[in-house]
């Protein structure tokens, strides 16, 4: 504040003031009339800097007389306009300080740690007390130390150099304990009138102990092995009693209810809503080479006669189109066999439940379509004479344009699809029927339809439902 004070008054002062003669200094000659008067009068307001040219101009216009104006003189301060050196100055003490809070700081964080590190040195010989107390318990209730009891705590991580030497210690006085109990032993004996046992007494009696332990040890495991083995015969036994009696109550359900009461393993369906390209079931199992197949499902279409779209679509590496069941617009419905195409005469436009099969074989192309129990159509020359690949890709409700992807929204399946099973060989008449009229229920030796092996993606639902049931109530 001082010094703006003082550079307020420097500027003051050098402001020129009006033409008008100069006041005489104090002690001194008039301005006027002495020559160096208007020199000595600039040098006190500019300093003693000022050029030589001001000098002639005083000289040859000397101020026209009049009366004399107060003028202000300054007299810079160094105290008032401090130097350039003395704000540089500042700059290390500013550091200086910044560095004594970044220390403090330090300090500080360095002072937390170490009391959090005396918290669980604290914790650890707790710790350790209580496994001493542990190992105490242990012993005959005579020869325990007298004192409190402390509960055994868990065992830590032991990784901590202090925690090794404490566990040290206290095996070591352990060890010291025994030895002095084993001295204590001989001087009992002689109390009770027996002879002192010789040098050759505590090598007997660790001997013996050693082979008593052993024998403990091995009647323990002898017991453990028994044991485990009892429990997985147990367990086999109690899964095979639990079959058995669920076999036998599906039976007996059968029995006083007809043919509706059956409720096969897999009782869900997948449902897709709407028409797109992201919802879908995939099946997890892989499929081995195939020579032949039949695949069965139920399905309910909900597409309002624009075409069924893709029930099913499998497709393997190199080839897309390796097993694919569709109908597009209003094209018959299209069963494709690596790339080679037979019509079925089939179709799902009435928007309720139906039984669909389809059968194959290798040999000659042999083909055969099934709806609600009954053949539809055959035919032959079907990609004859190739083997269907394996470990491809099974999508429920959409067409793979490449392995695992790339769907038509225009090839959807809409509705619901359950009961998917798939054989390695082709069914009989007989054995359609069954399934169809939910009589003769099978399940597929390739591809059984389970909840653990279909995944639903992109919004499609797994929902339980009895089809069987679902069907006889519609």
């Known amino acids: 504040m001082l010094a703006f004070l003082g550079a307020v008054i420097c500027i003051i002062a050098s402001v020129p003031l009006a033409a008008g003669p100069a006041r005489a200094l104090p002690g001194g000659a008039d301005n006027a009339s002495a020559g160096p008067g208007p020199q000595r009068g600039l040098s006190a307001l500019h300093g003693a800097g000022a050029g030589p040219s001001a000098r002639p101009a005083a000289a040859s216009a000397p101020p026209p007389a009049g009366p004399p104006l107060s003028r202000f003189l300054c007299t810079p301060l160094a105290a008032a306009c401090p130097s350039g050196a003395e704000q540089g100055d500042a700059a290390p003490a500013r550091e200086e300080l910044l560095l004594l809070q970044s220390a403090a700081a330090q300090l500080r964080q360095t002072a937390l740690q170490q009391e959090a590190r005396i918290r669980a040195d604290r914790d650890t010989i707790r710790e350790l007390t209580g496994k001493l107390g542990r190992c105490e318990g242990g012993l005959p209730r005579g020869l325990q130390d007298p004192g409190p009891r402390r509960d055994a705590m868990a065992d830590g991580a032991g990784d901590s150099p202090a925690l090794v030497l404490q566990l040290e210690d206290a095996v070591r006085a352990l060890r010291d304990r025994l030895d002095r109990l084993e001295q204590e032993l001989p001087a009992h004996v002689n109390l009770s009138g027996a002879p002192a046992p010789g040098p050759a007494v505590p090598t007997a009696l660790h001997s013996k102990m050693d082979e008593l332990e052993g024998q403990l040890l091995a009647k323990v495991m002898a017991l453990e092995k028994e044991r485990a083995a009892l429990s997985h015969s147990g367990h086999r036994q109690r899964q095979e009693v639990e079959k058995e009696l669920d076999a036998l109550q599906g039976r007996v359900a059968e029995l006083e209810h007809g043919p509706s009461a059956f409720s096969p393993p897999g009782a869900f369906k997948i449902s897709i809503p709407i028409r797109n390209n992201y919802m879908y079931g995939r099946v997890r199992k892989a499929l081995p080479e195939l020579y032949a197949f039949t ?61 669909i099969c389809v059968s194959w074989t290798t040999r000659d192309g042999l083909w055969s379509a099934y709806q609600d129990g009954e053949l539809r159509g055959s035919g032959d020359s079907l990609a004859a004479w190739h083997p269907i690949k394996p470990h491809g890709i099974l999508i429920l409700g959409q067409e793979q344009d490449t392995l695992g992807g790339r769907f038509d929204a225009t090839q959807a399946f809409v509705g619901d699809i359950s009961q998917f099973n798939l054989w390695d060989h082709a069914l009989t008449p007989a054995q359609v029927l069954g399934i169809a009229n939910c009589t003769a229920p099978l399940l597929g030796n390739v591809l059984p339809w389970e909840d653990k092996l279909v995944e639903a993606f992109g919004g499609a639902t797994k929902v339980a439902f009895d089809v069987c049931k679902g069907r006889a109530k519609a």
């Open 295 to 355: 695949a069965c499902m139920w399905l309910r279409s909900r597409s309002g006669g624009t075409g069924q779209g893709t029930p099913f679509s499998y497709s393997v590496p190199g080839q897309a189109n390796e097993i694919v069941l569709l109908e597009a617009g209003h094209e018959p419905m299209e069963l494709l066999i690596n790339d080679k195409v037979a019509q079925l005469p089939l179709s799902l436009k009435d928007s309720n439940w139906h039984h």
